[in-house]
């Protein structure tokens, strides 16, 4: 069984440019879940997605959006990017009904120059 | 205070002996725990998944959960070089509530 797939793996971006991150998750499993993952703040959850709707939502501001597709795939856009945004973005996915278990992706390694 | 207080190390342990790895946590409502693993420059890979308080092993590894001390410990026996990662606790309240919470995580080298 295929695992979660992130494109691209990396990127580099310049101040004020806006970048979109894409996120294909596990067969079957329709929730999908973005993380970024930074060396000071560790990883925090920015928002989950499950049936196109987002269900979730972390303490993010809203240069940072995201959207699943009727496929399950999801994708997440960062606007006007700041220097601070560098980080690793993860993306996990899950099969909601039963376990929780969350598996990840290899995630996009994004700088902000 | 964070919700999940987990001792970033970093840790370094000769091959063979017993590691242990631990995480706090102060949130009552957590439900599921889990430990992930991650290699430099790799997406976190999920070890160990637990729901209620008590012992669940997987090979070498153990992971343990007391909710009434709301403390949760990964034990990882006859360690080996190639365990050197890091090693991320995580946690959620699940019924729908996907948002994992995780700790700092703690970084493991395994000496040859």
């Known amino acids: 069984k295929a695992g979660v797939t992130q494109t691209p793996r990396y990127l580099i971006k310049t101040r004020g440019q806006q970048v979109t991150l894409s996120c294909s998750p596990i067969s079957g499993h329709r929730s999908v879940s973005w993380y970024q993952q930074t060396p000071g703040q560790g990883l925090q959850f920015l928002f989950e997605?499950?049936?196109?709707?987002?269900?979730n939502k972390g303490n993010f501001p809203g240069r940072f959006s995201g959207r699943q597709f009727s496929n399950s795939r999801s994708e997440m856009n960062v606007s006007t990017l700041e220097l601070g945004d560098s980080a690793l973005y993860l993306c996990?996915?899950?099969?909601?009904?039963?376990?929780?278990?969350?598996?990840f992706g290899p995630g996009t390694r994004l700088t902000v120059l | 205070q964070k919700e999940v207080e987990q001792d970033p190390g970093p840790l370094s342990v000769p091959e063979g002996a017993i590691v242990s790895l631990n995480c706090t946590y102060s949130n009552s409502a957590f439900q599921y725990f889990m430990w992930y693993r991650q290699y430099s420059r790799k997406g976190p890979e999920l070890l160990m998944y637990?729901?209620?308080?008590g012992n669940k092993e997987d090979g070498r590894f153990t992971a343990q959960v007391d909710k009434s001390s709301k403390y949760i410990s990964l034990f990882i026996r006859d360690s080996q070089p190639s365990d050197s990662a890091t090693y991320l606790c995580?946690?959620?309240?699940?019924?729908?509530?996907?948002?994992?919470?995780f700790g700092q995580g703690t970084r493991l080298t395994i000496n040859p």
């Open positions: 995580a946690m959620n309240q699940g019924q729908g509530a996907q948002k994992l919470v």
């Open positions: 996990a996915s899950s099969w909601v009904g039963g376990s929780n278990e969350q598996f």
């Open positions: 997605y499950f049936s196109e709707t987002q269900r």
């Open positions: 637990t729901y209620s308080s």
